[in-house]
């Protein structure tokens, strides 16, 4: 797949199969957050791949939303993995201090597309949710008290016969312009 295809096959999948996601898969995707850029290069983040059903379960659960109707698709992915937030070192914090900017967000952002992307690459379907239950899944995984959890995201084989779905999309006139605002 070239990057462009890359592009337009990843999509927020909401059904999963039961099938296993290969280890080396797993591990190409571990690598491809490993290596996403950040500021300072300070690599702000944690990566938690939970794999073992029963834990993985009360995670997915945790990202439910019964009153909202959010993530209920989230328990039948195999794999939940927990993009965790790292602090910064001083030189990121200065920055940002000085540019009023939240470098580690960003770069959390910059991680979780490389984990999608190559997921996409490897045939994976994922979901980046940003609604969960943070103070749970903290409990669960055993996260230190003053880190924050960054992005939670599904991952398996999409169910089968999962739409590739058009994307809806700003037009482009709309969301880019050249050389003034
Ligand atoms: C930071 C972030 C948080 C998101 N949170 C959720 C979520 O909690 N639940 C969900 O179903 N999708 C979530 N999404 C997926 C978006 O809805 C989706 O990316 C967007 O609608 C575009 O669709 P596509 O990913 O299929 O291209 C999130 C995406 C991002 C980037």
Request: charged share 25%; proline share 6%.
């Amino acid at each position: 797949m070239n990057f462009s295809q890359l592009i337009h096959n990843r999509q927020s999948v909401r059904k999963y199969s039961d099938r296993a996601v290969e280890a080396e898969k797993l591990r190409k995707l571990v690598e491809a957050v490993r290596l996403a850029p950040s500021a300072c290069n300070a690599q702000p983040w944690t990566l938690l791949m939970v794999d073992a059903p029963a834990l993985k379960d009360k995670v997915a659960q945790a990202t439910c939303s019964k009153a909202f109707g959010l993530n209920k698709f989230a328990t039948q992915a195999p794999i939940m993995a927990v993009l965790v937030v790292e602090k910064p070192k001083w030189t990121v914090r200065m920055g940002a201090w000085i540019q009023r900017r939240e470098f580690p967000l960003i770069d959390i952002g910059i991680a979780a597309a490389h984990f999608c992307l190559q997921a996409a690459d490897l045939g994976l379907a994922t979901c980046m949710m940003g609604w969960f239950d943070e103070k749970t899944i903290k409990k669960l995984l055993h996260i230190p008290r003053g880190r924050r959890i960054g992005l939670v995201i599904s991952l398996g084989y999409a169910a089968p016969g999962y739409p590739l779905r058009p994307k809806s999309r700003k037009d482009i006139h709309a969301m880019s312009r050249y050389n003034r605002y």
